[in-house]
């Protein structure tokens, strides 16, 4: 395995690189091979002097992935495995439509992106917290994600979404940096409405977001709506329990004057009775959100199913009596493993079971 010594140079802003290069308008250059032109190489980077190419190539490393495998068609969801520069896997998935709730139109394209290699909050319902966390994701990583998919898939993304493999609040400064460099001109020039976090609920760090001038949407996973509910399925409820964590989405929503969606996974006998959904419709009044129902999406390895489809119409229809704006979703990628980490944890397993069987042969 490479190191990851030298940092890439698409970590940097333009204001990095404007401290970097002399004259100045070298910066821009450079930001123009990378999000515009899209090089493969410094060397490609052909109105730069040899020299200044020499001296980029000593000093950073260049961002690139490797397609390890890619599931799905142009016109369906496709999810894309991809091996980082140390060998470590993460995964993307592109959304043809996209979902109502992010307020975009059906002709867009949207981009779940990781923020980790693996995950340390072990939600219950999710692949990628089955193997426990492995380490945080540079902004390069993050941004090259959008870069390789829309590479591979031929198609312009114009929705991200941070709701891939990881806790995108746990790996904060490099989110924001790679946000910086999604949303700036000089970069990728995604509009910031168009860009989603979606956190388990790490509450002191949604208070921290709500200090951002960015107007960034934020989708909270609720998945219970009381303590003792919530905690059966998401661990991090211990820590920031559901009232500390409304207090945090209230401020969030004040301060930002933006309404908040709440993630709420229907898993059957568990989180999905006529007294939770009583529940979650006080909360959504209180914080002035709206609800994104998703049917749960079976993980290979754990025991929940989804809903019948008249429990899941019920719940939903309590809380549209109560007047929250409430979204049924019928969870698109269901046939490919679309729930986050599936695909990275199968690969891993199976590539495990490869070296264990060639050990064994051997
Ligand atoms: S749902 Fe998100 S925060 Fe929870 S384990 Fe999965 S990746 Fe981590």
Redesign the pocket.
């Known amino acids: 395995m490479r190191s990851l010594i030298r940092p890439a140079i698409q970590s940097l802003l333009l204001s990095d690189l404007e401290k970097e290069l002399h004259p100045a308008y070298r910066a821009q250059q450079v930001a123009d091979w990378l999000y515009r032109q899209r090089v493969p190489s410094f060397e490609a980077m052909t109105n730069l002097p040899q020299q200044l190419r020499t001296k980029l190539t000593e000093k950073f490393a260049f961002e690139q992935f490797e397609q390890v495998r890619v599931l799905g068609s142009k016109d369906t969801t496709q999810k894309f495995l991809w091996r980082l520069r140390d060998g470590n896997l993460v995964e993307s998935v592109l959304i043809p439509a996209s979902p109502a709730l992010y307020g975009t139109r059906s002709d867009r394209r949207t981009i779940c992106v990781s923020t980790q290699v693996g ?1 340390a ?3 219950k319902f ?1 692949a ?2 089955l193997e426990g966390w492995t380490r945080n994701l540079h902004a390069s990583e993050i941004v090259q994600q959008l870069i390789a998919a829309e590479s591979a898939s031929g198609e312009n993304i114009d929705n991200v979404v941070f709701m891939g ?3 995108p609040l746990a790996n904060f400064d490099n989110l924001m940096r790679a946000i910086a460099i999604i949303n700036a001109p000089w970069g990728l020039g995604i509009g910031a409405r168009h860009i989603t976090i979606s956190t ?1 609920g790490l509450a002191p760090q949604i208070r921290q977001l709500a200090q951002n001038p960015l107007q960034v949407r934020l989708a909270v ?1 609720l998945h219970g709506a009381t303590d003792e509910v919530r905690e059966r399925i998401m661990p991090v409820n211990r820590k920031y329990n559901v009232a500390t964590l409304l207090d945090a989405c209230d401020y969030y929503a004040t301060r930002k004057k933006q309404r908040i969606t709440f993630e709420y996974i229907l898993i059957n006998g568990m989180n999905d009775s006529d007294e939770q959904a009583r529940e979650l419709a006080k909360h959504c009044a209180r914080v002035g959100a709206k609800v994104n129902l998703i049917p749960y999406n079976t993980v290979h390895g754990l025991e929940w199913s989804r809903p019948p489809r008249v429990r899941q119409e019920r719940f939903h229809s309590i809380l549209s009596d109560r007047h929250i704006d409430a979204t049924l979703r019928r969870e698109k990628g269901h046939d490919i493993d679309a729930a ?2 599936q695909l990275r944890l199968q690969t891993v397993r199976s590539d495990r079971a490869a070296v264990a069987d060639s050990i064994s042969a051997s």
């Open positions: 995950c909050y072990g939600c999710c990628s917290g493999m990881g806790e388990s996973s986050c980490g």
